[in-house]
């Protein structure tokens, strides 16, 4: 059974602090996701990797940024936390296959930041 | 690029009785649709999705239908369970220059009453 396994359940931060939400996967996965997910938004793509040290931004990349320096693990990073990025962050992983872009999802962080 | 509209936004029904969630896209070149359902609390699993070459498929309880002229996929539901009772995102698979990939729908939140 696949693993996407995210670092912290709940996690509560000060405006300004630097953040790290990390996601290990164990399923030899190629590409990794961070998405937002925030009612009536749906799930938002912040970055993406293909591949280890490579990342791409998705729809929402400002003010996040992203580390991938083992293909298991994908770590997300907020510089200096706002309170508009209190939300839940998901995790994901899948295989790099033309047709096989099912996604495994991690439980989710939910960050606060007051 | 993509855009993934989702309705309703929420949906209550009857135990028993038929759901319908409908989504459209706007990037003709999406060549693929899947379905994530996200109980209370837990992570968005996939529960059924559907390529662009084909216009119905199903599983048990649940189908999906395309149509790619109009660029609109629905998700149907055929006698409603409790356990049924959760979020529904829908996505479309967007290509990109350093892979695909999924843009989501804002969701629908199924409540299925006994």
């Known amino acids: 059974d696949v693993k996407v396994t995210q670092s912290s359940r709940y996690l509560v931060k000060r405006t300004g602090e630097k953040v790290f939400l990390e996601c290990v996967q164990d399923?030899?996965?190629?590409?990794m996701f961070w998405y937002r997910q925030d009612p009536g938004l749906g799930l938002r793509l912040i970055y993406f990797?293909?591949?280890?040290?490579?990342?791409e931004k998705g729809d929402i990349p400002e003010g996040y940024s992203v580390s991938r320096e083992k293909k298991e693990r994908f770590s997300l990073i907020l510089e200096s936390a706002s309170t508009n990025q209190t939300s839940m962050y998901l995790c994901?992983?899948?295989?790099?296959?033309?047709?096989?872009?099912?996604?495994?999802f991690g439980s989710g962080t939910q960050l606060s930041v007051l | 690029g993509e855009n993934v509209e989702q309705h309703p936004s929420t949906l209550s029904v009857q135990e028993g009785d038929s759901a319908v969630i409908k989504c459209t896209y706007s990037?003709?070149?999406?060549?693929?649709f899947p379905w994530y359902k996200q109980e209370l609390g837990k992570r968005p699993q996939l529960i059924i999705d559907?390529?662009?070459?084909?216009g119905e498929k199903k599983d048990q309880r649940i189908a999906v239908t395309l149509n790619k002229t109009a660029k609109h996929f629905s998700l149907h539901i055929t006698e409603t369970q409790p356990e049924d009772s959760a979020v529904y995102f829908c996505?479309?698979?967007?290509?990109?220059?350093?892979?695909?990939?999924?843009?989501f729908g804002a969701g629908t939140i199924l409540r299925v009453k006994s």
């Open positions: 996505a479309a698979l967007r290509g990109g220059e350093y892979g695909n990939k999924l843009v």
């Open positions: 990797s293909y591949d280890v040290k490579m990342k």
């Open positions: 399923m030899d996965h190629e590409n």
């Open positions: 990037d003709s070149a999406s060549n693929y």
């Open positions: 994901a992983s899948s295989f790099y296959r033309a047709t096989n872009e099912k996604l495994f």
């Open positions: 559907i390529r662009s070459n084909v």
